[in-house]
């Protein structure tokens, strides 16, 4: 999916409507940088505003994710290979996502470790130790809920019963109790507990 391409079919659009990079911002209530990027190839529109964006700019999704005004003859072929590389897409963002996870998670719960390690054999005064001891514990507990917020939010979860795949809330995923990525949960279709492993792609039997 080339952004460039995008980003200037939006702004060929934009002018043909007769807007201003400001107009149709405030428009979609967003603010003319974020608009901006889209012209620029620098970032694309979040899916919650694009079928918006396209009634402003009269124009179709498919239109908007092939960079230009498809013709009736090739649509539909044109419309699947935009949905495969939007799932690509959404699928490398989540990797990237989980792989922020391991970056954050791991060299603080190191840190805090072992400054754990260097109050309990380091002399020092009783209020350093507690001190270092308490914002170690601060430290690993903030950046565990950070990691769960952001494991919850990338990729799914698969129930082992019916192989739905769902996004959990923060609660459900923050409570379950894990191994790694794998958590103990009910599934919200079929109402199983089961071990559900976090993937990144979408069930295409979801017909999402």
Known sequence: MDQIR???FIASCRKEQGMTQAILAERLGISDRAVS????????????IMLELCGLLKITVNDLLSGEKVMAESYDKQAEENLVELRRQIEEKNRQLLRTEYLIAFPTVIAGLFMCLVAAFVEMPVWVRIA???LALVMILAVSFIAVGIEQKAGYYECQKCHHRYVPTYRQTNLAMHLG?????KCPKCGVRSWQKKVLEQDPRDGK
């Open 6 to 8: 995008i980003g200037k």
């Open 181 to 185: 990525r794998t958590r103990y949960m």
């Open 37 to 48: 990027k889209w012209e620029t190839g620098k970032s694309l529109p979040d899916s919650g």
């Open 132 to 134: 270092l001891i308490a």
